[in-house]
């Protein structure tokens, strides 16, 4: 493999974003696994179950320790907000929002880890590609929209029962006249949710990351480059402290509020 040097700023930045891919027996194309993002995302999710643990490991109901209050606070900011938007009794929705939320707030914040920091040791294990962030991914955010998805199935058809569900799914908004019409509406209503959810997160994600390399690159090999490089790449990373759990608040949000709509009556 060429080394880093002799790659050209457009191949440079190919390179960062190409992942490590293994294909499901004799196929490919779409039975392909993409496993630095499995692999990213689960060591996410089991980190974010470990700081949990480290907080409940020696919670005390007096004085909590400083790591215990934050977990506490940032716990009860979640819990309120789902208990804000959601407007059913179900018990599941506000582990799902804190599942949501921390383990998407995780996967974002790898963006902060320069591309180099991770490429660089991988390489000389010979692993020569690794898309550090999940959610920058398409087949990540997909993966978990459609979950939301078949959660706003389970959360529709437990409140409404599938009688109740398909009557209404055949009949509004429009009447049973218009029966075509709205199936053809509801169908599109169902489907844009969990894809427009997803597109969002990736969309924001990847073009993030896009602009962090477009910025090591156009700085150059020359001192004045690399420090002009350095001011815009911090610039960057500041914008996007905001930008990072912005995104994973708006993706708990909206799956909340798609979980509490598919239990209202139309």
Known sequence: ?????????????QHHLKNLTTPVGDGG???TIHVDTLVTSVLMGLFMVFMFWLATRKATPGVPGKWQAF????????????????????????????????????MNLLKMVPADFIAKPLELAGVHYWKPVPTADVNATLGMSISVF???????????????FTHEFLTAPF?????????????????????SLAMRLFGNMFGGEIVFLLIWVLGGASLIGMLGG????????????????LQAFIFM???IVYLSLSEDSH
């Open 230 to 245: 350095a001011v815009f790449g911090l610039g960057w990373m500041i914008f996007h402290l905001l930008v990072i759990p």
């Open 1 to 13: 493999m060429a080394g880093e040097a002799e790659l050209t700023p457009t191949s440079y930045i």
């Open 71 to 106: 977990v506490e606070i940032c716990l009860e900011f979640v819990d309120r907000q789902a208990r804000d938007t959601y407007h059913g009794t179900s018990k599941l929705v506000t582990p799902i929002a804190i599942t949501l939320f921390f383990w998407i707030l995780l």
């Open 253 to 255: 949000m909206l799956s």
């Open 175 to 195: 009447g049973k006249w218009m029966m075509p019409f709205n199936l053809i509406l509801n169908i599109v209503e169902w489907l844009s949710k969990p894809i």
């Open 150 to 164: 078949f959660l706003m199935l389970f959360f529709a058809l437990r409140s409404k029962g599938l009688g109740g």
């Open 29 to 31: 194309g779409f039975w």
